[in-house]
């Protein structure tokens, strides 16, 4: 009898550990200040194959969003599935000390209208999705970009099972070696001034993929540096942009571009090639829109960043026997709706979280539509601050009293302002931001002399560099 009991129990581990491995893998490719123009299937003067060819493997959704569209929000709610202005972080994450850290809790941003406090760090009790699915059973790796905090506040403290190439600060100094100014990412490539950043995280992600040998799923999120700032492109490929009668700056945007589109390219081929491609979900999207200009949409990380260019960002989902390759999902949503997603792919199981703003993707992965439902959005650099989106209508809000409305699917340059002629959808729009406001402030901690850094900034430099 206890013999029988015995093999009961070994074959109820042995199909539990089957069930666990036929869960899908998680890839995460996650590009900084990436335009959704900036792809060779919509601009031909970027060269994409790979980007090109996922598209036709894989559901773009159109019109992806982010809820706060700038450097470190983004990340925020990507990984909670909150939008960043309820973790009250309307604000990249500034650097109070040389090394990239900070002491105070909020940065004060010296040009902000508003005076609002940012967060300089992702609170360690906010659940992120890398703790979720530690519950899921998944093994959780993090490469790359981190841009919630210093050491403290890591990914290793945030669920993640492991991290490389993590810096406190937000960008590198060169894509070239020596990259960063402090000591925690890539240090054993100072020497080798040849070697290029995106290539060496692009050999870090082949190298987890080849070795991972643990019998639970994973999630490999990576989130790139490039095409952040400072725009520098692998050298052979800017000259080819230059031979073609690119200026220097567009060159060096091109070539980086290239680069990405070429590790993306390597990390799906090597998936393939590790037979991991048909039990793996990979995910591409963006944090932000484009540095330059981002034709035909209006704004981008520069200004206007609440307009179309801004906002909008590439994302595209392909999940294997789920995804329908070569189709297109066309009605808006925002990246805080992976939380939820990736939660559902985990579990196989309908996933409900009143604590998080995201919605679950699933129905659009299966190829049907999304209930309705208001997006919202909010910065605080400058006078436009907030928007409301309803389907195809945006109403953009600035401290200074003024408001737009556009129909972004008729209008997408949002060229033609209809605040005074849609004038109840407008009131309506504006009453709705107005009460989610609100219900937003009221969730914020006091900023004090005492729990804050001002950043000075001089506001003429701050838009010539980006510094969002």
Not at 181 to 194: I, R, T, V
């Amino acid at each position: 009898m206890k013999k029988i009991k015995l093999l009961l129990l070994l074959c109820i581990g042995a199909m539990s550990s089957v069930m666990a491995q036929e869960k899908p893998n998680i890839v995460l490719l996650f590009v900084d200040d990436y335009g959704w123009s900036d792809v060779g299937y919509r601009n031909e003067s970027f060269v994409t194959p790979h980007l090109d060819q996922f598209k036709k493997e894989s559901l773009e959704f159109t019109r992806a969003y982010i809820p706060t569209p700038t450097c470190s929000p983004s990340r925020a709610s990507l990984l909670t599935g909150k939008e960043a202005a309820r973790l009250q972080m309307p604000r990249h994450i500034g650097h109070e000390m040389p090394d990239g850290s900070n002491t105070k809790e909020f940065g004060l941003w010296s040009i902000d209208p508003a005076k609002r406090g940012s967060r300089n760090w992702l609170p360690l009790e906010e659940v992120t999705y890398a703790e979720k699915l530690k519950e899921y059973g998944y093994y959780n790796a993090f490469l790359g970009k981190w841009h919630l905090g210093h050491e403290t506040f890591h990914p290793i403290h945030q669920g993640f099972d492991e991290q490389i190439g993590v810096s406190n600060f937000g960008h590198p100094k060169s894509y070239y070696a020596p990259f960063f100014k402090d000591k925690n990412a890539y240090q054993e490539f100072n020497d080798q001034p040849d070697v290029y950043l995106t290539e060496v995280m692009t050999d870090t992600a082949v190298h987890f993929l080849e070795n991972y040998n643990k019998p639970q799923p994973f999630m490999m999120t990576l989130w790139y540096y490039t095409v952040h700032g400072p725009h520098i492109g692998k050298k052979e490929l800017v000259q080819k942009y230059i031979d073609q009668g690119m200026l220097p700056k567009y060159a060096e945007y091109h070539a980086m571009v290239e680069s990405m589109d070429k590790s993306v390219g390597t990390i799906l081929k090597t998936l393939k090639r590790l037979k991991m491609d048909e039990n793996t979900v990979v995910i591409i999207t963006s944090d932000q829109g484009s540095f330059f200009e981002n034709t035909p949409l209006a704004g981008g990380k520069r200004h206007n960043t609440l307009g179309e260019g801004g906002a909008r960002v590439p994302m595209m989902i392909k999940y294997p026997s789920v995804t329908k390759a070569g189709t297109e999902y066309s009605k808006p949503i925002q990246t805080i709706d992976i939380f939820p997603t990736l939660m559902e792919i985990a579990s196989g199981q309908t996933y409900k979280d009143s604590n998080i703003q995201g919605k679950s993707l699933m129905p659009a992965l299966k190829g049907k539509s999304m209930k309705k439902r208001n997006l919202y959005f909010m910065r605080s650099y400058e006078d436009q601050y907030a928007a409301i989106m309803q389907e195809d209508w945006k109403l953009v809000k600035y401290h200074s009293g003024k408001f737009e409305l556009f129909n972004v699917v008729e209008d997408i340059s949002e060229e033609h302002n209809k605040i005074d002629v849609e004038t109840k959808r407008a009131s309506k729009m504006k009453e709705a931001l107005l009460e989610w406001e609100n219900e937003v402030y009221a969730g914020w901690k006091e900023v004090t002399l005492e729990n804050s850094h001002l950043f000075k900034v001089n506001k003429k430099k701050a838009k010539e560099k980006g510094i969002k």
